[in-house]
């Protein structure tokens, strides 16, 4: 569940970016753009369960965010793809703010429950 968290997250900032840009909001433009992204977002993945993290902490999610850009951004330096600093930071900011932000959310109203409903 969280794995498609962090997947939506993606596609919305994709989209997002696609559409301030004016490049088109269409299935194989999205994916083009997406692609990069996702993989680093399943390298992160791995790597939590790789170090027996379950990944739903905001400290996983900030692990899984680095890992989701920097696998990202040198995929598209190979598919020749722009990689403005300016994009590594609203990168950073979008996808680090909402992969982090979901799940102290969650994290929060889970204690909070706990302390409520035990």
Same mark, same amino acid.
């Given at each position: 569940?969280?794995?498609?968290?962090?997947?939506?997250?993606?596609?919305?900032?994709?989209?997002?970016?696609?559409?301030?840009?004016?490049?088109?909001?269409?299935?194989?433009?999205?994916?083009?753009?997406?692609?990069?992204? @996702?993989?680093?977002? *399943?390298?992160?993945?791995?790597?939590?369960? $790789?170090? =027996?993290? &379950? +990944?739903? %902490?905001?400290?996983?999610?900030?692990?899984?965010?680095?890992?989701?850009?920097?696998?990202?951004?040198?995929?598209?330096?190979? @598919?020749?793809?722009? *990689?403005?600093?300016?994009?590594?930071?609203? $990168?950073? =900011?979008? &996808? +680090?703010? %909402?992969?982090?932000?979901?799940?102290?959310?969650?994290?929060?109203?889970?204690?909070?429950?706990?302390?409520?409903?035990?």
């Amino acid at each position: 569940m969280c794995l498609v968290a962090d997947l939506i997250i993606v596609l919305v900032f994709v989209v997002i970016g696609r559409a301030t840009h004016d490049h088109g909001v269409y299935v194989l433009g999205v994916l083009s753009t997406a692609w990069p992204f @996702a993989t680093g977002l *399943t390298v992160g993945w791995l790597a939590m369960r $790789a170090t =027996g993290q &379950l +990944g739903t %902490s905001p400290r996983d999610g900030g692990i899984i965010c680095l890992i989701t850009v920097a696998v990202g951004m040198m995929l598209r330096v190979v @598919a020749g793809q722009g *990689t403005a600093f300016a994009f590594v930071l609203v $990168a950073l =900011g979008f &996808l +680090g703010a %909402s992969m982090i932000g979901w799940r102290a959310l969650v994290n929060t109203m889970r204690r909070f429950l706990a302390r409520r409903w035990p």
